[in-house]
């Protein structure tokens, strides 16, 4: 349901008829990345090639939320006459990418364009050693509140600030290296075509939640993807190629669930923009970036070269909301002051429950089959 429901808002949208017809989206399963899928092939007409790291069913127990959404995908992609190839594994890996290269080389010969929305807690090296991320503050504690989202009580946090090894570990996670990896491998391979443009995806947010985000581990590792992108400006120029950090708004991923005070601002946040006819999902913003990007010639960048996809959350009316109601959330104004009852759904949506016109109650078989290019 949720990927029906994504594609016929692409659909409505309209043909996206300059953008991209070979695309490679590296996290590909949820989020922004399956949204980007989606907006390229029912938007654009392209062949996508999906790289992920999810679990099919096993006997009884249910595949990942995200293998599901990929499999529904990819029926669709299929019976609406569009390429559609997966690959299931560890996407920081040196085998997936050269998989990932002589699969294009096959099948496409070349990549248009390079999404790059990779989420992911943990990184194996080379080496063979795991490093993992964190959300913590930087030099000093964090105290706050989050919301306990099967109660909607208030609950005080606390976290004592990352330790430098923290912070290192977090960037090399989630921070711009392995984007660089994979745009080299597939230079190197020339499997980019001329003028092929890659993005990824960052959230700076508000000034409310820069103690925990933006002046955090995470914050550090969303400054390294402006690095990258720096860095990748100049290799790419031996195909006129670009490279893009998109700022997105604040909204329900599986990062941002896991964010402490992030339940408090998103579901603010859903309130103001809902009222203002403003609110976006993933879908919405992805539409909107590519109807930007290769359609009205609108990009918004600011002095770092980002593109703004975040402008109207980031409006004065909008924050002006936030700010003035972010202390005074309780447990008992929740539901009034708030939208946390959208922010909930949301959260079970984005694990496929509380879809209006679906039996929950139904007998199903969990195991759903998947084409894959690599992995199981």
């Not at 075509?193 to 820069?210: F, K, M, P, R």
């Amino acid at each position: 349901m949720d990927v029906k429901n994504q594609i016929e808002h692409v659909k409505q949208a309209g043909v996206i008829a300059d953008g991209p017809k070979r695309v490679l989206v590296i996290g590909a399963s949820g989020g922004y990345g399956l949204a980007s899928r989606i907006t390229a092939a029912f938007g654009c007409g392209a062949a996508t090639i999906g790289v992920f790291f999810e679990r099919p069913a096993v006997k009884n127990r249910t595949a990942s939320p995200g293998w599901y959404k990929s499999a529904a995908f990819t029926r669709a992609a299929e019976d609406a006459g569009l390429y559609a190839a997966n690959l299931n594994g560890d996407a920081f890996s040196a085998e997936l990418k050269q998989a990932t290269i002589e699969l294009i080389k096959k099948d496409l010969g070349q990549i248009d364009m390079v999404i790059y929305s990779l989420a992911a807690p943990a990184r194996q090296l080379p080496d063979g050693s795991l490093v993992r991320s964190t959300l913590k503050p930087i030099g000093e504690p964090f105290e706050g509140a989050t919301i306990d989202l099967n109660s909607g009580e208030l609950r005080a946090v606390s976290l004592e600030p990352a330790s430098q090894q923290e912070v290192n570990d977090t960037i090399k996670v989630m921070g711009g290296e392995d984007w660089e990896l994979w745009m080299a491998a597939l230079l190197a391979a020339d499997v980019l075509a001329e003028g092929c443009i890659t993005t990824n995806y960052t959230y700076l947010g508000s000034e409310v939640t820069w103690p925990i985000y933006y002046h955090g581990t995470i914050g550090k590792a969303k400054e390294d993807l402006d690095r990258a992108a720096l860095a990748l400006a100049q290799p790419l120029k031996k195909v006129n190629g670009r490279a893009y950090v998109a700022v997105m708004k604040g909204l329900m991923t599986q990062a941002a669930s896991a964010i402490p005070g992030m339940s408090i601002y998103l579901s603010l946040l859903f309130k103001v923009m809902k009222a203002k006819g403003t609110h976006e999902g993933c879908i919405e913003q992805t539409t909107r970036l590519f109807k930007n990007m290769f359609v009205d010639s609108a990009l918004q960048m600011d002095e770092s070269g980002r593109l703004r996809m975040d402008d109207w959350e980031l409006s004065d009316d909008i924050q002006t909301f936030v700010k003035a109601n972010w202390s005074k959330v309780t447990a008992e104004n929740l539901m009034e002051i708030s939208d946390f009852a959208g922010y909930r759904q949301a959260f079970l949506q984005m694990h496929g429950f509380d879809f209006p016109g679906v039996d929950y109650e139904a007998e199903i078989d969990p195991e759903v089959l998947m084409p894959l290019a690599f992995g199981e």
